[in-house]
């Protein structure tokens, strides 16, 4: 592997000096929204860091995140909002896409957890939880707890009275036991912006104050266990009848020893390592090309790259698919994808569909890339503002995306005219040589 020595400005052979290798990544300065720059700087550190694990070292991973600076107090002043608030917002926001990216690990800071009773709770993620939605929670690690701790508020949910159901919390533990739980408005949970018409319900206990906002909280439950369970599961259900439930942190507490345990509120994320910075680990990725049936039209392209934070939803186009009405002769029982060559400007793919589907590839949608379809040339779909899509009918296909952009074509045409037209004068020149030879006889 050669790596590019900015000190002597060439490419170099990498020979580490001890089989494990340290990477330091320049962190970003939340102030504002992630742009391509982030993108290229972290999928760039994250490949290498995969190939080098690949290779068999053990990488040690260091990234900062510059957390007060210049551009956040001005955007902070320019915002009306608390300079902390907004960086934490900011990078909650960066995490999010770069998850969307595949970047393994990420790190943010702790200026907006909280220590609560002696239990600490991460307030990094949130789940919203709608009317009759169920999240399913699983702790990282076996904890035997006493109760549980959750921080949240609802939004919308000013005309909710007091005590009204917010949500059922099911805690399962290992050996089968199960404790069920109602939060309801004006105890464990309430709106949080209080400046607002008619609020029928009181505030619960205050947790912290939002960042953004006078007179807006998070609010904090807790719920002791009838006995010692080791937690296996914990199932909220939105039981609510308006509004949204933002639950942001969730912690099992033992009242015995005063530890405790945050319960990752995103699945995809663990928590590597935990000191004056927090280091979180994808465990989840988005495969690089999958089959995918659910899809909406949406035309504007930053909306439809917005929605690459929020997994498991449709795939968004810029048009609708124009799908084919033959079908592949052969009946395929079940979806799937084998890649046949996958080089920089080729990628070939053997992709069976049960029923018309679309071919999701998550690379870029980039000029001069295009598709053909059991040979012959098809319409490349732009997907979720960045990534492309192929339209396919039921049956088994060859797709073939090759990168042929216009200026090569343009080249080519530019050099065969060239090699025509010197090759013309060459004839021409050959011709009056051989005419004025014959005419000198």
């Known amino acids: 592997m050669q790596l590019f020595n900015s000190l002597s400005r060439s490419l170099e052979e990498f020979l580490p000096a001890d089989a494990s290798i340290a990477v330091y990544v320049c962190g970003i300065t939340p102030y504002d929204t992630t742009h391509l720059g982030h993108a290229f700087t972290y999928t760039c550190a994250d490949l290498l860091i995969r190939y080098l694990e690949y290779r068999g070292h053990p990488v040690r991973y260091v990234q900062n995140v510059t957390d007060i600076d210049d551009d956040i107090l001005r955007a902070a002043e320019r915002a009306g909002e608390d300079w902390q608030g907004l960086g934490n917002r900011w990078t909650a926001h960066f995490m999010r896409d770069m998850g969307a990216l595949n970047v393994r690990y990420l790190l943010t800071d702790k200026l907006n957890d909280l220590w609560i009773d002696n239990a600490y709770y991460d307030m990094n993620f949130t789940t919203t939880v709608v009317p009759g939605r169920r999240v399913d929670l699983v702790p990282p690690r076996p904890f035997e707890a006493t109760g549980l701790g959750i921080v949240s508020f609802v939004v919308e949910g000013y005309l909710s009275p007091q005590g009204e159901q917010v949500a059922q919390v099911t805690v399962e533990g ?45 609010y904090i439950a807790t719920l002791p266990l009838k006995a010692p369970l080791t937690v296996r599961r914990i199932e909220v259900i939105g039981l609510l009848n308006r509004g949204v439930w933002h639950v942001r942190a969730l912690s099992l507490t033992d ?13 995809r994320f663990s928590q590597a390592a935990s000191g004056d910075l927090k280091l979180y680990r994808l465990e989840t990725e988005q495969p690089r090309v999958s089959i995918e049936r659910a899809y909406r039209v949406e035309p504007d392209s930053g909306r439809a790259l917005g929605a690459l934070e929020q997994r498991g939803g449709p795939v968004l186009l810029e048009e609708p698919p124009a799908w084919s009405k033959a079908e592949r002769p052969g009946g395929v029982l079940q979806d799937g994808i084998e890649a046949l060559e996958w080089t920089p400007e080729r990628i070939v793919l053997r992709a069976s569909v049960r029923s018309p589907a679309l071919l999701y590839l998550r690379e870029t949608h980039f000029p001069g890339w295009r598709v053909w379809v059991d040979g012959e040339e098809g319409k490349m779909l732009l997907a979720n503002g960045i990534f492309r899509a192929v339209a396919l009918s039921a049956g088994s296909h060859t797709v073939e995306f090759r990168y042929e952009p216009v200026t090569l074509r343009m080249g080519v045409q530019l ?27």
């Open 255 to 267: 009242q015995r020893t005063g530890a405790s345990v945050p319960v990752p509120l995103d699945g």
């Open 174 to 218: 290992d050996d089968g036991r199960r404790e069920r739980f109602i939060l309801r408005f004006g105890v464990d949970t309430a709106q949080g912006d209080l400046e607002v018409p008619e609020l029928r319900h009181q505030p619960a206990r205050i947790a912290s104050p939002w960042r953004t906002r006078e007179q807006a909280f998070h």
């Open 415 to 441: 050099s065969l005219t060239s090699l025509m037209v010197v090759g013309s004068l060459v004839v021409v020149a050959l011709a009056t040589l051989w005419w004025r030879a014959d005419a000198s006889l």
